[in-house]
């Protein structure tokens, strides 16, 4: 009967744990699409100028990069569910504030604090579920985070056409872009209601000298014996660290950032966020006649959701270098595919199949496998700080893809048939990269991980 009620709360504890992530990310890709269901209307309430129209939809970017920064120095010091909890408040906040602005310039600030809340929840959440997660299933419950991420984008189109279609043109101008930023609320309550029951990262409390609350915590996911041995490889691996930043710089740490930082760069510079930034665009571009934004969005945001399942159910089967070596070929191949047929002036549905065949490509590998191995490799005392650097490097790259692809697309010198190429290319470097550096982390502890990659990365 002890066993079983053992059994029961290990079982309720990884599932709230797994909602946490989950919400995290799906508020994560709610905030970050919500936009493009508001630009048009936003565009003629405001009466924006083209460049003001940029401005709306990167001011939640910009927000994400101190909001990353910032993050892993607060969750080191604060705890990650304390961190987890500001997230929630950051994204009710900027939801409401986003809905009632009476000025541009306020709607901005609105959407430079959810970006914040985006940029900090892209760094924690990955963390969290790693260092509560048994080793087996550390990656199909690190994978949950992304699935919210594509859950929420794919979610808040339908959410968007439904406010749309409460009014008319005059009616959504003035009151249905408010809904469609209110409406984030929500799930912002549901996280923080989760977060009151959810469990603090024994790893951290461990960290802070807490050590009864860490055992606690443990004795609901571990048996007693496991508990023992994860208690005294952390104590192990802290006694090797100050804790003090500049040890990230060290020979063997620095392995480890320069792994996450590759990583993130390759998953950014592959070009993902072109296609769903500018997806629009390049439909049209395909002569499929998909022109209506909703619909070749929602192609797109269904084909990278049900892909992200294929990572779920194998990550932690074939593992994490496994599916980076084979999404990132694809994607590659995809890629160049895409590139020949603008530069053979080839459209229709061959075009529109190698698009989404790069994005599934990217679904089941570069979108969620980055985030699980960043949380899997980093030293316990900055593990956080750590983090904020994978998720610095995500947002910046990030903003270089979404400020330059237009310039590429519709430069006479480079066209998109060359822009694809490059991001060809970035990701061919990447698959080099992950071949020869990147080992393969599933079924160890986070500090196994952290001695096998700090001590020369192996396969």
């Keep these: 009967m002890k066993a079983d009620n053992r059994f029961q709360r290990r079982g309720f504890t990884l599932a709230l744990v797994s909602l946490v992530a989950a919400f995290g990310g799906f508020l994560f890709g709610y905030d970050t699409a919500v936009i493009n269901g508001a630009n048009q209307y936003l565009k003629l309430h405001f009466n924006l100028t083209p460049l003001q129209e940029g401005m709306a939809g990167a001011s939640a970017i910009l927000g994400c990069i101190p909001g990353a920064m910032v993050a892993g120095f607060l969750s080191d010091r604060f705890g990650r569910r304390k ?71 794919f979610l808040t189109l339908f959410i968007n056409a439904q406010i749309q279609g409460l009014g008319s ?78 040890e990230l710089f060290r020979k063997g740490a620095r392995r480890t950032v320069i792994l996450a930082v590759a990583l993130m760069a390759t998953a950014q510079f592959s070009g993902i966020n072109a296609i769903l930034y500018y997806s629009t665009k390049i439909f049209a571009a395909a002569g499929i006649g998909v022109n209506d934004a909703f619909l070749s969005s929602a192609i797109v945001g269904l084909v990278n959701l049900l892909f992200t399942f294929v990572a779920i159910a194998f990550v932690d089967r074939a593992g994490r270098r496994v599916l980076l070596l084979i999404g990132l070929t694809t994607q590659v191949l995809a890629l160049g595919a895409v590139g020949w047929m603008f530069h053979v002036r080839l459209q229709g549905l061959g075009l529109l199949a190698a698009i989404l065949v790069y994005i599934a490509a990217f679904a089941m590998a570069l979108g969620p496998v980055p985030w699980i191995i960043c949380s899997e490799i980093f030293p316990a005392r900055l593990r956080g700080r750590a983090m904020s650097i994978a998720s610095l490097t995500v947002w910046v790259c990030c903003y270089i893809v979404a400020q330059t692809f237009p310039m590429l697309n519709d430069s006479p010198a480079v066209g998109p048939a060359k822009t694809f190429w490059i991001y060809g290319v970035c990701a061919f470097l990447g698959l080099l990269f992950i071949w020869a550096k990147v080992p393969e982390t599933k079924g160890r502890t986070l500090e196994e991980n952290f001695r096998v990659i700090s001590g020369g990365i192996a396969r």
């Design 83 to 153: 961190v987890l909890f500001l997230c929630a408040a950051i994204y009710a906040i900027s939801g409401v504030l986003s809905a009632v602005p009476r000025t541009f310039p306020e709607f901005l600030a609105a959407r430079f604090l959810s970006g914040l809340g985006i940029g900090a929840s892209s760094m924690i959440c990955p963390i969290y579920i790693a260092e509560l997660a048994p080793p087996a299933t550390r990656g199909r419950l690190g994978a949950l985070f992304q699935l919210g991420i594509v859950t929420g984008i």
């Design 169 to 246: 043109e005059a009616w959504n101008r003035d009151y249905g872009w408010r809904w469609m930023m209110a409406a984030e609320t929500a799930p912002a309550a549901v996280l923080f209601g989760l977060l009151l029951f959810a469990p603090e990262s024994p790893r951290w409390l461990l960290q802070a000298g807490r050590e009864p609350e860490a055992r606690s915590v443990l004795s609901r996911v571990f048996s007693d014996e496991e508990i023992e041995r994860q208690i005294a490889e952390i104590r192990e691996a802290m006694a090797q660290e100050e804790g003090r930043f500049f």
